[in-house]
């Protein structure tokens, strides 16, 4: 039985290139394009760019009012004032710290428990579905009840960032732990590793990918947490920037605050990105060959 | 269709393509036509598979001119079926829903039939390996690129699958180039076969031979042991009567039947 062919049908559309008599034509191009580096980046950077002129020319113009959004010359004036007192310099270091502090116990705990779920049936039974609830709670309605505990002091701030990062991290361990390949894994055990040995020589650097990942988003979830944190009971530090800018109505501090939020999250994806390189050089490397 | 029989549906002429320092094709020249089965040896590392991928537009050469006919569909060595859509699904990837019915017929081609509904994750390497072969040849291609196809298949699967090929591609008449280490398949399969080394084709004959090729009869024809001794000593393996035991180096090269005294 042949399936009779009318010619072309069923075939996927491919861009024409050039010809020749008898039908033949150069084979189009099906691999990855790549540009380079250079070129690369400046896309990258164009649309942020793009946008900051476009903000410029508005201010400037006329077209956008200042208390709808400060221009670009009084955002870096009440930067420059920021600056010269200090102040800048102590809120941000202040707001490092207090993440930086989240940050560790709560993916330390999110971590720990992701491979826990991830690489143990009795893990999993045990932890997941309290954390699938927990996640389910938003970390904002904790705020209450952890005032109520710790008062509005640093360990009120750090608890409710810690939070805020274990949730992620949680999630795309378990995920990525349960993701690594079972044939790999099938093999390793074979060769008498187990337990503890297993996890940390075979299953977590294979995770890693996941691991990383986690990292990103919990951080980017940490910094709403630093906000939340830091409306309370704070001196120092971006949310109580951004505190102050509501209270007293101070647009160009809050442009300032948004453009500050948004330079710390290029920081952390450019950082999390050198780490990926350090971390996992085996990526990268795949041919399909 | 004897019509396209002498249609070519590959041309390519001073093909050069290095990798860094390293020149893996150079100047190669090669026509296939329709029809025509062309099976490429070369031990590992010469540049078989980066022809094959030049011809599918994955790889860019460095020089020369490639040019193929318009339908140009592969089958890898790896089934590279999508795990979360049914066999069907699969075998019409990216065609429109009328041509469910050429999916449906050309999976009982392959020997399929019924298993439209299947998941790719429950069907065996030979059969995920057919549904490939279905998918390649539903779109109806001139040329029909193998890449070690039924390496990856135990001894007894890979004779099915190589007498299926051969059927199939004698009923379709694609222009068929096939990459494969085994020397026995490709005399097998093919009606021309080359040996690929340090860039250039160092071997390029006819083979031929009566069709269909038994995997029986074929073992002990003398005209298929005179072309299976030459292709091998070609490739650097002394063959049996000059030497008892096949060499533990390149052993990639001999096939997995071993070497018939």
Redesign the interface.
């Known amino acids: 039985m042949t399936a009779e062919i009318v010619p072309d049908a069923g075939t996927v559309r491919r861009r024409p290139a050039e010809g020749t008599a008898d039908g033949l034509r150069t084979p189009p191009w099906l691999g990855r394009r790549r540009r380079r580096p250079a070129i690369s980046l400046a896309l990258r950077a164009s649309v942020p760019l793009a946008l900051l002129v476009a903000w410029w020319w508005g201010a400037s113009s006329g077209r956008i009012s200042p208390d709808v959004l400060a221009g670009p010359g009084a955002v870096l004036s009440a930067l420059r004032e920021l600056a010269s007192t200090g102040q800048l310099a102590d809120y941000v270091l202040a707001s490092a710290r207090r993440v930086a502090l989240g940050v560790l116990v709560g993916c330390g705990a999110g971590l720990v428990l992701g491979a826990v779920a991830g690489l143990s049936a009795l893990g999993e039974e045990l932890v997941d579905l309290t954390l699938q609830m927990k996640r389910a709670v938003p970390f904002l309605a904790l705020v209450p009840l952890f005032i109520s505990w710790f008062g509005v002091g640093e360990t009120f701030k750090i608890a409710l960032i810690a939070v805020a990062a274990f949730a992620p991290m949680y999630a795309y361990v378990y995920l990525g732990v349960r993701g690594v390949d079972r044939k790999v894994v099938e093999a390793a055990r074979g060769f008498g590793l187990r337990g503890p040995r297993l996890a940390l020589s075979v299953v977590l650097p294979s995770a890693l990918p996941s691991v990383l990942m986690a990292l990103r988003i919990s951080l980017s979830v940490s910094l709403t947490g630093l906000i939340a944190a830091e409306q309370l009971g704070a001196t120092e530090g971006i949310g109580y920037l951004v505190t102050l800018a509501q209270q007293y109505y101070r647009n160009d501090y809050m442009v300032l605050c948004i453009l500050i939020y948004a330079l710390l999250g290029l920081l952390i994806d450019l950082a999390i990105r050198g780490l990926e390189r350090l971390a996992t050089p085996w990526r990268g490397q795949v041919t399909a060959r | 269709m004897s019509r396209d029989g002498h249609?070519?549906?590959?041309?390519v002429r001073g093909l050069r393509k290095a990798f860094g320092a390293k020149t893996v094709l150079d100047g190669i020249d090669l026509e296939v036509r329709r029809g025509e089965f062309f099976a490429l040896l070369g031990p590992s590392g010469t540049g078989k598979?980066t022809l094959l991928?030049?011809?599918?537009?994955?790889?860019?050469p460095d020089a020369g001119?490639?040019?193929?006919?318009?339908?140009?569909t592969t089958v890898y060595q790896e089934p590279r079926l999508v795990v979360a859509r049914r066999v069907l699904a699969n075998v019409t990837l990216?065609?429109?829903r009328s041509?469910r019915d050429?999916g449906s017929?050309?999976l009982?081609?392959v020997g399929l039939g019924g298993r439209e509904r299947a998941w790719p994750a429950t069907l065996s390497g030979g059969e995920a390996q057919r549904v490939a072969l279905a998918r390649a040849l539903?779109?109806?291609p001139q040329v029909l690129l193998l890449d070690e196809p039924f390496a990856a298949l135990d001894a007894l699967t890979r004779l099915q699958a190589q007498d299926l090929v051969a059927e199939l591609c004698a009923?379709?008449r694609p222009a068929v180039v096939l990459v494969t280490h085994d020397v026995d398949e490709a005399v097998r399969l093919a009606d021309r076969v080359a040996v690929l080394d340090d860039g250039a084709f160092v071997v390029d004959r006819a083979i031929d031979l009566p069709r269909p090729r038994g995997a029986a009869s074929t073992a002990s024809d003398p005209a298929v042991l005179e072309h299976r001794r030459e292709l091998l000593t070609r490739l650097g393996v002394l063959p049996a009567s000059d030497r008892v035991t096949p060499p533990s180096g390149r052993s990639g090269l001999t096939s997995d039947r071993g070497v018939i005294a």
């Open positions: 249609e070519v549906a590959v041309r598979t991928r030049v011809l599918a537009g994955l790889e860019r001119t490639v040019l193929t006919a318009p339908r140009v990216g065609l429109p041509e050429k017929r050309m009982a081609e539903v779109r109806d009923r379709h």
